[in-house]
């Protein structure tokens, strides 16, 4: 499925900041993990259909993401 291929794949048993070039340059916080997500996301899932990314990392701590404040350059960036 599209999470599997666009994000698991890529993220699963990996240490994000040696692994993973996206974040060779930004922290690995939940806030970036979000956007990252996103923008994997936004290039296998069907238009409409993604709306928002949310990761929870304690019952009282969770990010919402919507693709906010990304630049065209950051969507570009994965492909």
């Known amino acids: 499925g599209w999470i599997n291929t666009a994000v698991l794949d890529v993220l699963d048993?990996?240490?994000l900041?040696?692994?993973v070039a996206y974040f060779?340059?930004?922290p690995s916080t939940v806030e970036n993990l979000a956007a990252f997500i996103w923008i994997?996301?936004?290039q296998t899932v069907p238009a409409g259909l993604l709306h928002k990314i949310i990761i929870s990392e304690t019952p009282k701590n969770k990010v919402i993401f919507a693709g906010e404040g990304l630049t065209k350059a950051e969507l570009e960036e994965l492909l």
């Open 17 to 19: 900041d040696v692994d």
């Open 40 to 42: 994997r996301l936004t």
């Open 24 to 26: 060779k340059n930004r």
């Open 13 to 15: 048993h990996r240490n």
